[in-house]
């Protein structure tokens, strides 16, 4: 019953302690059910799933449902987080077997793997009569039951096929995928589409490329709408930053209260890419207050970032965060309790559950008085004071390679352009924990924690999103090292993981064999593999000058092209590479002996152009290929600007650098 207590996965650990005999994913489990001759279920979630904690309570705590699992089953518990694979495997059976899918996944399967029954949560009594209702189907109609899993095997062997057209990436097809968002877009309430609504980070940030290249004011209006409709909404939290992962509602005041590192590692990145372009001061403040929530409130003691925060607290979704009038009163007083309530939409009625309050900025606060300003920090404190002594929700604290990655990425974004020391050392902090810890013996490990590096192998949005991380950081540092680790993620990803037609699998190919080989080209919460490694690619071009790269890139977005046509909102990072590649990207050197308030450097990260590569350091860096061969004119700071390796003259004054970075059109 101790099989879980070594696992590095909080959710795994979370059942250790369970009267059901539980395996983790490993060939062990799938023997010991055909020694015994048993069907084996896999129960899939994570460790912030409401209904992950609502099955386990249920089900997997009681002893009845316990001794009809151990007497007639091999139980694997599997969190999707850690093992993404076969997550995605599963996943596309049960949304073959039912038409949708979701956490916890329920799944029945051969000792062999081949899944003959799915679903996702199952109340106790009907969790009951489905286990006796397999156990008998296993052991009175065993050729029914493989022969349908048979059937799914071949389904979902379809569904992840590789293949099919290919076209170029244009500016056409970019455009009208920015037109297709229009259409989309929820003019009221920011977005797209209804409830429950998701923030759309991936398109966000396409549209802010393609406003770039093009000018389009209608596509920064739709950023900006959207951006402040959700941090003036309950999806945002109001007292500490950080968004909750969706809007039950459509107009994104009632949350589902987890906190994913993923989304706001993301949206950190659009908020300031808003503000750098616009100014925009509620932009400028979500942008700090996520930066913080990502250090302050999922930084670990071993390094890194924690995965979530999650829904619930002591069982009961969103009891840390919702109030009621009176208890603003108790905390503030009666004059500041009132004001409160008015500003953050707090009613008697109540907008959650049993007449408390999701707070939400019901009134405009950024561009109001100082005096205003100032007494609303003041009662925000307060409130967080009194609401840090609440019960708190539990934390995932195992470091997710991919999701580290893209925080990594966002941090350095932000601080260039604040030149926050507490921001730069942090980024720089989490890359060398990917680097010292997650790389072993030449190949990434998907996960950590506490220190201590997991089984599971890196995903090809592993490889992607660090590889990225890591080509900003070498941007923020001018150290060499990083783009070393950076190409050789890559290379591993260019030979491990290609389909042969220019596309890619998200496993490698000396990876675990599992039923399929799962490769989904879309975006979901977070990017695909496949839009990632792009990403990277392109980025890792223009720092190096290595043109294969970029080849490989271009080859793997042609078959992402008839997909981004047809279903823009599912492709918005593939989108933003895209982008990158039709400006250019441009790549920045400035030459310098003091990077730190260089005013070139300064025009540079404000006015950079989609998916540019800034370096700055002396001539000749070692470990820059950009600052090779470089000199500084007339011993001032030199910027030298190039677009599709075509350069520009060199200019030492930031005017003429301006004038160089205005984007031609695609």
Known sequence: MTRLADATSPYLLQHKDNPVDWWPWSPEAFAEAARRDVPVLISVGYAACHWCHVMAHESFEDETVARLLNDNFVSIKVDREERPDVDAVYMTATQAMTGQGGWPMTVFATPDGTPFFCGTYFPKPHFLQLLQSVTTAWTERRADVLGQGAAVVEAIGGAQAIGGSSSPLTADLL???????????????????????????????????????????????????????????????????????????????????????????????VYTQLWRLTGDELAGRVAAETAAFLLDDLGTPAGGLASALDADTEGVEGATYAWTPGQLVDVLGPEDGAWAADLFGVTEIGSFEHGTSVLRLARDIDDADPELRERWRRVRARLRAARDRRPQPARDDKIVAAWNGLAVTALVEYATLTADPVTTAAAVGIAEVLADRHIVDG????????????????VLEDHGAVAEAFCAV??????????????????????????????FYDTADDAEQLISRPADPTDNATPSGLSALCAALVTYTALTGQTRYREAAETALGTLAPIIARHARFTGYAAAAGEALLSGPYEIAVVTENPAGDPLLAVAHRHAPPGAVVVAGSPDQPGAPLLADRPMRDGESTAYVCRGFVCERPVTDPEALLSQLRPASG
């Open 443 to 458: 190949r990434l490990r998907r996960v950590s924690r506490d220190g201590r590096v997991g089984e599971p192998a890196g």
């Open 175 to 269: 455009d009208a995928a920015a037109d297709q968002l229009a259409r989309e877009y929820d003019e009221t309430n920011g977005g797209f589409g209804g409830a429950p609504k998701f923030p759309p980070q991936m398109n966000l940030l396409f549209l802010l490329r393609h406003h770039q290249r093009t000018g389009s004011a209608r596509d920064l209006e739709i950023v900006r709408h959207t951006c402040e409709a959700m941090a003036r909404g309950g999806i945002y939290d109001q007292l500490a930053g950080g968004f909750a992962r969706y809007s039950v509602d459509g107009h994104w005041t009632v949350p589902h209260f987890e906190k994913m590192l993923y989304d706001n590692a993301q949206l950190l990145r």
């Open 474 to 503: 070498h941007q923020l540092t001018g150290q060499g090292r990083w783009l070393k680790l950076a190409g050789e993620l890559l290379d591993t990803a260019l030979a491990r993981f290609g389909t042969g037609k220019g596309g």
